[in-house]
């Protein structure tokens, strides 16, 4: 059975960081293109950043570029998302997912899907 599970989310400041991981089994994340996204409440889901499977070229949102990094462990066949500078719209459900092809930030085939960490920025 293909999973891919999450940790690392909670609250911090602003201005903090966190570091999300994204651990699968079932499956060789090195072979898929990873995508993270995010969703606010009351929000529609929305790409955080997307890797193609070569993991040569990420792309990022415009509202994360410059604060957050993807990257991964093949060793560790873990995806991981730092997030630094976070402020109050950071605010989400952050998911990773495993798929095929990018359309810029946005992870455009969907094989699994993480189930979720929350994010929480509030003073």
């Known amino acids: 059975q293909v999973q891919l599970v999450e940790s690392g989310g909670g609250l911090v400041q602003p201005g903090g960081s966190l570091r999300l991981s994204c651990t699968a089994s079932?499956?060789?994340?090195?072979?898929?293109?990873i995508g993270w996204f995010r969703q606010a409440p009351g929000k529609e889901r929305e790409g955080v950043s997307c890797?193609?499977?070569?993991?040569?070229?990420?792309y990022y949102s415009d509202f994360v570029k410059g604060r957050f990094t993807a990257s991964r462990d093949s060793d560790k066949n873990t995806a991981y998302l730092q997030m630094k500078n976070l402020n109050s719209e950071d605010t989400a459900v952050y998911s990773c997912?495993?798929?095929?092809?990018?359309?810029?930030?946005?992870?455009?085939?969907?094989?699994?899907w993480g189930q979720g960490t929350q994010v929480t920025v509030s003073s």
């Open positions: 997912a495993r798929g095929r092809g990018c359309s810029g930030s946005t992870l455009v085939i969907v094989n699994t």
């Open positions: 890797t193609y499977v070569s993991s040569t070229t990420t």
């Open positions: 079932g499956v060789t994340l090195a072979d898929y293109s």
